[in-house]
C-alpha cells in the first residue's frame, strides 16, 4: 500500500481527509506537530506528505527545509 504521512497540529480540521483515505489502500501515520513530522521523514520513506503550512511548533514549509531531500526513487516525494 502507499505510505502517506499527515502532519496537522487540528486533529479536527483534517478528520475529512483521514476519513477519505481509511477507505483506500493506504498506509497513514498522522503526526501532531513539525517536530514529529521531522522525526517520521528521518526515520521512514513516504509516498505522499500531506503538511500543514501552519503549525505552531515547526511550519510546514520548515519541515521541508529542514529534512534531508525527500526523495522516492529518482522522483522527489508529492507534498501537499
Known amino acids: 500500500p502507499m505510505k502517506v504521512l499527515v502532519a496537522d497540529d487540528d486533529a479536527i480540521s483534517i ?3 483521514l476519513a477519505g483515505l481509511a477507505n483506500r489502500s493506504v498506509d497513514v501515520l498522522f503526526v501532531e506537530n513539525g517536530k514529529e513530522a521531522l ?3 528521518g526515520t521512514q520513506k ?3 506528505l500531506f503538511l500543514d503550512m501552519f503549525m505552531t511548533d515547526i511550519r510546514g514549509d520548515n519541515v521541508l527545509r529542514m529534512s534531508e531531500p525527500v526523495e522516492n526513487g529518482s522522483a522527489r516525494t508529492p507534498v501537499i
Do not use: I, T, V, Y
Open 15 to 17: 478528520a475529512p481527509l
Open 46 to 48: 513516504f509516498d505522499l
Open 39 to 41: 522525526d517520521a521523514l
